[in-house]
C-alpha cells in the first residue's frame, strides 16, 4: 500500500567555510500514515525542523535538497513538481502549525481575515463564503464567541489562542497532513495540554496524518504512534512509541530518558549525556554520537547503519540487536 | 528539610507587593499590573525553595524585586534580619556580595565584549577581593569548580555554548562567595540533555558551599529535581506552599493539581484523570474578584464564596493553601 507521505533518504546541503558542504539533514528515511502520528524527536540542531521545512521544500538558500532524496506525496514524486504544484501543497494538502504563532501570524490583519485568505488562496469561494468559514474553523479549534474573535487582531489574543487561529489556518484547506513544529513550546503547560488534546482531536475527527516535530519526550507519550529519535542529522531509532519508551535501543536514547526529570516515582540524581551537541561542521566520521556514548567500542570508529533491535524497531548503533 | 526550629530563616519576605504603573493610555486610564499582589515566603540556609507558576504569575518579579532590580511597591524582605528594600547604597553593595542571581539567557547576560575571565572576575573588582593576581588564580578555581577548562578565562562568550554559558553565569555568581542565589529559569533554554548537567552541577555546588537557592521555574519536574520546599503562585499570589514531595504527591489547591496534571511526563503510563483546564490565566491588570483562580477552577464546590471572597493562604496538615475547600480537593 502507498504511503501518504514517503520520505527516502532526504539529504539537505548547505555551503560551508572553506568551500566545504555541510548536510544538517543527511539521510533521512520514514512514512507517515494517514490517520496517525508521527513524531520527530530531538534536541536542537539535530535537523529536526529543517526535515519539517525541506518535506514542504521550503529549504532557506542557500541550502537545497540533494536531487537524490526522494518525497512522495501519495505516490507522487513531489520532487519533480513546479512550483504551482507546491503552491497547492503548501497549506493545500499539507497544512503547517509552527512554534511561535506571534511571529507567523500577520499582526495587521484580523485573525478572520488571515483564515479567510487561507481558505480563498485554494478553494474558489466568495470573501464572505470564507470568512462564514473561517467562523467555523475557529469554533472547532475551541475558541469561544469565534463571531467576536474573528474580528481581532493576533496582539488581542492570547499566546494558546494565536495558536489555536494558527491551527485553523492550518486546517483551511482541509489538509491531509499537519506538520507540527514544537507547536505548545511557546505555550504555559496547562495551555500547552489544551493544544495537544485539540491536535488529537482534529486528527482523529479528521482522519490526518501528523507529524509532530518537538525536542520534548513528555509531548510524544501518549500522543504519537510512532517515533523516530534524530541526532546529528540523522534518525538514530525508530519504532512505534510504546517500543522506543519501553526498550529504548540507543544510548543517545536512553541518555535522554535519563536527563529528564520526573514528577513522580525516586527524586533520583539525573545521569546526564556528557558534552553537548556536536555543529555539523564538527561531526565525527563514525558514529556521530560515539565521542558522547559510555558505551562506544572500537567499531563506533565506522558509522553504523540503522539495524533491527527487534521486530519494527530499528537503532543506528552496533550493539543493537543480534546481527553480526 | 525546612530551616530547623528555633533559628530564623536567612530569607524571610513578608507581604511583598509590586504594581506597576497606573499609566494612561491613550487618554483611558489603564489599571495597575498586580503583578505580585502579597507574596509571603522564608528560605533557610542551604535550603532550595522552588518559586512555580505559568508566564505572568509573578515569579520573576519576586526574584527581580529581591535582589533589587526593581523597587517594591510594599512589603518587607529580611535577609538575616536586616530588611533588602531599606538598605542605602553602601548596605547594597555589601548585600550584593552575598545575594547573586543567575538568568534564564545564557546569550543575553554575558557582555559579549568582556572576556571569560573579565566577566567572572567582575564581581571580585567590584567589591576589591584579593589582588589581581590572586582573583586571576580564583577564575581558574571558579571555571574549573563549573567543570570548564582553566584555559577559556581568555576567550569570549560566542565561542562556548549554551550549557557552557550557563556554567560561566554560575562561575561568575559564585565568585563573590554568596550565600543565596536567585535563579530565574535556569535550565529552561538550555537542551535536556545540558539541563540535566546544569541541575547536577547546582546541586553539587549546594551541597559544597550550603548554599540557599530561590529556584523560579515553570517546569514542576525540574524544580521537584531540586527544590525541599515548593511555593506555586498564581496571578501574582503563593497558592499552595510545602515540602516539595509533599505538594506534588498530594496537591491541595486546584490549580496545582491542574498543573501538576498538566506536566507531560516522558513516560508510556498515563497520568490517571488527566485534568485540562479550560481557557487562559486572566490578566494580572484584571485579577478575578474572590479566588483569582475561581474563573477556571473545576473544584466541585466551588461557589459565591470563591467568586468574592479571597482565600488566604492557611496551614492545612503540613503544607499551606489558598483555598476555601482545599479539605475536599478531589
Known amino acids: ?324 | 528539610m525546612t530551616a530547623p526550629a528555633g533559628t530564623a530563616p536567612l530569607l524571610d519576605v513578608r507581604d511583598l507587593v509590586k504594581h506597576y504603573g497606573a499609566r494612561a493610555l491613550l487618554g483611558r486610564s489603564a489599571p495597575p499590573v498586580r503583578a505580585v499582589d502579597g507574596v509571603s515566603l522564608t528560605l533557610g540556609r542551604g535550603e532550595t525553595l522552588g518559586l512555580v507558576g505559568e508566564s505572568g504569575c509573578g515569579k520573576t518579579t519576586v526574584g527581580r524585586t529581591l535582589i533589587r532590580l526593581q523597587e517594591p511597591t510594599s512589603g518587607r524582605a529580611l535577609l538575616d534580619g536586616t530588611d533588602i528594600f531599606t538598605l542605602g547604597p553602601d548596605a547594597l553593595r555589601a548585600f550584593r556580595r552575598r545575594v547573586q542571581m543567575i538568568f534564564q539567557d545564557p546569550y543575553g547576560s554575558l557582555n559579549p565584549r568582556m572576556t571569560v575571565g573579565d566577566a567572572i572576575a567582575e564581581g571580585m573588582d567590584i567589591h576589591h577581593i584579593g589582588t589581581k593576581p590572586q582573583r586571576r588564580r580564583r577564575v581558574a578555581t571558579l571555571l574549573e569548580e563549573v567543570g570548564l577548562d582553566a584555559s577559556y578565562a581568555s576567550r569570549y562568550p560566542h565561542e562556548f555554548s549554551g550549557g557552557q554559558r550557563q556554567r560561566i553565569g554560575i562561575a561568575r555568581a559564585l565568585a563573590v562567595e554568596p550565600e543565596l542565589i536567585i535563579c530565574d529559569e535556569p535550565v529552561s533554554s538550555l537542551d535536556v540533555s545540558v539541563q540535566a548537567q546544569v541541575l547536577n552541577l547546582l546541586s553539587d555546588l549546594q551541597r559544597a558551599r550550603r548554599l540557599s537557592y530561590l529556584f523560579i521555574a515553570h517546569d514542576l519536574a525540574v524544580v521537584r529535581q531540586v527544590a525541599d520546599r515548593i511555593a506555586v503562585m498564581y496571578l501574582g499570589r503563593i497558592v499552595e506552599t510545602g515540602a516539595a514531595d509533599r505538594v506534588l504527591s498530594a496537591p491541595r489547591h486546584p490549580y496545582t493539581v491542574a498543573l501538576r496534571s498538566a506536566v507531560p511526563e516522558a513516560s508510556m503510563t498515563p497520568a490517571a484523570g488527566r485534568i485540562v483546564l479550560s481557557g487562559d490565566p486572566p490578566s494580572p491588570a484584571a485579577p478575578p474578584p474572590g479566588c483569582a483562580f475561581h474563573t477556571r477552577c473545576f473544584h466541585p464546590k466551588r461557589d459565591e464564596r470563591c467568586r468574592t471572597e479571597r482565600p488566604e493562604l492557611r496551614p492545612l496538615g503540613s503544607v499551606q493553601v489558598a483555598c476555601h475547600y482545599a479539605e475536599s480537593t478531589p
Open chain 1, 1 to 324: 500500500m502507498t504511503s501518504l507521505l514517503e520520505v527516502r533518504d532526504l539529504r539537505v546541503s548547505f555551503p560551508a567555510r572553506g568551500g566545504r558542504t555541510i548536510h544538517p539533514v543527511d539521510g533521512i528515511s520514514f512514512a507517515l500514515e494517514r490517520g496517525r502520528t508521527l513524531a520527530l524527536v530531538g534536541e536542537s540542531g539535530c535537523g529536526k525542523s529543517l526535515t519539517g521545512l525541506a518535506l514542504l521544500r521550503l529549504v532557506p538558500p542557500p541550502g537545497r535538497i540533494d536531487a537524490s532524496s526522494v518525497i512522495r506525496l501519495e505516490g507522487k514524486d513531489m520532487m519533480s513538481f513546479d512550483e504551482e504544484a507546491m503552491r497547492a501543497v503548501r497549506g493545500g494538502r499539507i497544512g503547517m502549525v509552527f512554534q511561535d504563532p506571534m511571529t507567523s501570524l500577520n499582526p495587521v490583519l484580523t485573525a478572520g481575515d488571515q483564515i479567510a485568505e487561507a481558505v480563498r488562496a485554494h478553494r474558489p469561494v466568495s470573501r464572505r463564503d470564507a470568512l462564514a468559514r473561517a467562523e467555523a474553523l475557529l469554533g472547532e479549534v475551541g475558541i469561544a464567541d469565534p463571531s467576536r474573535r474573528l474580528g481581532e487582531y493576533p496582539h488581542q489574543l492570547s499566546g494558546g489562542m494565536r495558536q489555536r487561529v494558527m491551527i485553523a489556518i492550518a486546517l483551511a484547506a482541509e489538509p491531509e497532513i499537519i506538520i507540527a513544529d514544537e507547536p505548545t513550546t511557546a505555550l504555559d503547560v496547562t495551555v500547552q495540554a489544551q493544544i495537544l488534546e485539540l491536535l488529537d482531536r482534529l486528527r482523529q475527527e479528521r482522519g490526518m496524518a501528523v507529524l509532530l516535530i518537538t525536542h520534548d519526550l513528555g509531548v510524544v507519550a501518549g500522543r504519537a504512534d510512532d517515533m523516530c529519535v534524530m541526532y546529528a542529522g540523522q534518525i538514530v531509532e525508530r519504532a512505534s512509541t510504546r517500543q522506543v519508551f519501553e526498550a529504548p535501543a540507543h544510548p543517545y536514547t536512553r541518555g535522554l530518558f535519563s536527563s529528564v526529570p520526573t514528577i513522580t516515582g525516586a527524586r533520583e540524581r539525573l545521569t546526564p549525556i556528557g558534552g553537548s551537541v556536536p555543529p555539523p561542521t564538527a561531526w565525527p566520521t563514525g558514529c556521530r554520537f560515539g565521542p558522547r556514548c559510555p558505551e562506544r567500542f572500537a567499531r563506533c570508529d565506522s558509522m553504523p547503519t540503522l539495524r533491527r533491535a527487534a521486530p519494527g524497531h530499528e537503532a543506528r548503533c552496533w550493539l543493537a540487536g543480534d546481527e553480526a
